[in-house]
């Protein structure tokens, strides 16, 4: 990897002398030399821990201006061989302001040895006992958010899964909770460090708006990125790879393993050389937020032709934009497509058979119906946003936006930023799926109009409710062919019969049907061939008694393969006595697609709540594979019926957007019909 050292570390020692010369010291109390001793102190000494592990001679020092960096006359201090500073504070000072660590690339971490990658940890003003990745994260959420040190402390802990405080020592918590602290600690660092390595060479160049990049705005960046990212980073830190390979964080098995999945998120995260100037000029650009004028943000677009398109856009009418007496605003979600000249439209979900999913709303069981007002406070002078309800209670959230002015760029260039933006934004633009015709985007030499703007939106949700689809409810087997069979000395085997060869016809109709049914016991057959390829001995088909949690995969699923496996993954689980539920991981068969040799990945429980007409089972300790899906699934009984459900997970999501000129212009471009809110 690439070393990269952050400038203001190596400042540091040019600026202040004291902040060089070793030693946990930097000055005196007043009244403590000479006299009798009775002038009151006027100073107060403040000791800072520093861990990732223990962090040796790094920069520590009481950021009195906020701004990051460490200016004449900022108490600092170095931190010793245990990771302590201590800073000699002016009593008026104390608490008012947080603390910074700059560690360089001459501090020595006491788990991993040198720091090959200078960065900078900090810590709230009222919480400056400890700095950590942790406690980083929490005071960037205090000044990003405008949150207090418990709200931000809890609300990441929170979003990231963890049983143990932000604020709190991990390397002095033996626990499993304080390991997988530790570990997404370390993750968080070597993350940035990552970053630094690649995106560095940036500064001087020019972001989307012209302007020249600093390594500060570089920096800003990153640990705006890396924060984003850290709920996946614990989730990998709590994946048995990750907690085997650092028992001994020393290990080189665990730096190995903790560079290739920083590696992994990183990449997943969007944040790129070429994203870079968008990132840039996006978090300088002044928030433009007009009241009571019409508007729109078009936040996806698939074009395959003026026939074959999709879209999602949000609007709202002027009178909509117009803050009420509460100072809340309201807007519209809208979901447009075009299929073989056949147009659709809904108000939420990824797709038109979704639109009349439910959710419990706090009283009832609602739909998400076209033309529904979201409500959400009025965006402020840094484009945030709080008290976001979206959909009647379907996600409760705050967001972020900034804004960068594209009149005058080519709309061709433009789509290309926004590719480039986002790992999911990557089809931009493309023909939507299932789309077969000849016909591409064509941009040609057309550029944006005046007042054409390009959106970076980031929206952080604190609840969301339980839902499923209606129109899907669970079909079974048998209670013969759910209990499963070995049918390979047995010709009268029912999983031989002709409904184990067919799809399931029969309605599961409640929940205690459903404990009965889906046990976890397949049915055993010979070994398969498929094209001449042998499958496993035995071959078990578990799709008769496991329930889906989730997929992993793009693979398809061919009709003249040449391998037994399509290589995808099902995760599924089964109720195993009593309220017990084992966790499994399924390959996929080609040809049928079926779950075939499902093996046991972990063990939980399942509990049952009533809300309204319905009941809800939920499933308590899912595996670690799980965590790459964004939502918890969920079993509804209502009506007579079991429906798969889901409640989305706490997270940040993000979205690249073009404004209503912007939107209306790349429409016409495109022959898709403008847009008027």
Request: hydrophobic share 40%; proline share 5%; net charge negative.
């Amino acid at each position: 990897m690439k070393t990269v050292a952050v400038s203001s570390v190596s400042l540091a020692c040019a600026v202040l002398v004291s902040a060089c010369g070793g030693g946990g010291g930097g000055g005196f109390p007043v009244g403590a030399l000479g006299g009798g001793g009775t002038t009151p102190a006027t100073t107060t000494k403040v000791d800072v821990k520093v861990v990732d592990g223990a962090i040796s001679n790094a920069a520590v020092f009481l950021d009195l201006n906020e701004n990051g960096a460490l200016d004449s006359g900022e108490p600092t201090a170095k931190t010793n061989s245990a990771g302590v500073a201590t800073l000699v504070v002016p009593n008026d000072s104390v608490g008012k302001a947080p603390v910074v660590a700059l560690v360089g690339t001459d501090a020595v971490d006491a788990d991993t040895g040198p720091v090959p990658v200078a960065f900078k940890l900090t810590a709230p003003k009222d919480s400056t006992g400890v700095v950590s990745p942790l406690t980083t994260i929490v005071q960037h959420m205090v000044k990003q958010n405008g949150m207090s040190t418990a709200d931000a402390a809890a609300a990441a802990q929170a979003q990231a899964g963890l049983a143990v405080s932000m604020l709190a020592d991990f390397t002095a918590d033996s626990s499993a909770g304080g390991k997988v602290a530790a570990s997404a600690a370390r993750l968080f660092v070597v993350s940035v460090q990552q970053y630094t390595s690649t995106l560095s060479p940036a500064a001087g160049t020019p972001d989307l708006a012209g302007a020249a990049i600093t390594q500060a705005d570089i920096d800003k960046a990153i640990t705006q990125k890396a924060v984003e990212s850290f709920p996946a980073l614990v989730e990998v830190a709590k994946s048995p790879e990750v907690q085997a390979a650092c028992a001994s964080p020393s290990a080189d098995t665990c730096k190995t393993q903790v560079a290739a999945r920083a590696a992994e998120v990183n990449a997943e995260s969007g944040l790129t050389a070429s994203s870079l100037p968008l990132v840039i000029a996006a978090a300088r650009a002044p928030i433009e937020n007009p009241t009571a004028v019409a508007g729109a943000t078009l936040s996806f677009l698939n074009f395959g032709d003026a026939s074959n398109w999709y879209y999602r856009v949000f609007m709202a009418s002027a009178a909509e934009n117009t803050p009420d007496a509460n100072g809340n605003t309201r807007y519209r979600s809208y979901s447009r497509a075009m299929t073989a000249g056949v147009s659709y439209e809904w108000a939420t979900g990824g797709a038109y058979s979704r639109r009349d999913d439910q959710h419990w709303n706090g009283s009832a069981w609602v739909v998400c119906p076209l033309g529904l007002q979201n409500v959400q406070s009025a965006r402020d002078a840094n484009g945030r946003t709080a008290n976001n309800n979206y959909c009647d209670g379907l996600e409760l959230s705050s967001s972020q936006r900034s804004e960068v002015d594209i009149s005058d760029r080519k709309i061709a260039d433009v789509v290309a930023v926004i590719q480039a933006s986002l790992p999911n934004y990557a089809s931009w633009g493309s023909p939507p799926a299932g789309y077969t015709g000849g016909g591409t985007a064509n941009y040609g030499s057309a550029v944006f109009p005046a007042k054409s703007k390009l959106l970076a939106q980031s929206t952080t949700s604190a609840q969301s409710a339980y839902a499923f689809d209606v129109t899907s409810p669970l079909i079974g087997y048998s209670d013969q062919i759910s209990a499963g069979d070995d049918a390979r000395a047995n010709a009268g085997s029912v999983c031989l019969s002709a409904e184990a060869n067919t799809s399931p016809t029969i309605a599961v109709t409640s929940i205690e049907t459903m404990l009965a049914r889906f046990k976890g016991t397949p049915c055993v057959y010979s070994q398969g061939f498929i094209n001449g390829v042998a499958g496993p001995d035995p071959n078990e088909w578990w799709g008769n008694s496991t329930l889906s949690v989730g997929f992993i995969g793009t693979a398809p699923v061919l009709a003249n393969p040449t391998t037994y496996m399509t290589g995808n993954t099902f995760v599924r689980f089964a109720f195993t006595g009593g309220n017990a539920v084992t966790y499994y991981t399924c390959p996929q068969r080609q040809i049928n697609g079926s779950q075939r040799n499902c093996t046991t990945v972990g063990t939980g429980t399942y509990s049952v709540a009533t809300l309204g007409d319905a009941r809800v089972l939920t499933l308590a300790n899912p595996p670690a594979i799980a965590a790459s899906f964004d939502y918890e699934r969920v079993m509804v009984e209502r009506g007579g019926q079991i429906f798969y459900g889901y409640k989305s997970k706490q997270r940040t999501t993000y979205t690249t957007r073009l404004n209503l000129p912007a939107t209306n212009a790349l429409f016409m471009q495109l022959g898709i019909p403008t847009i008027t809110p």
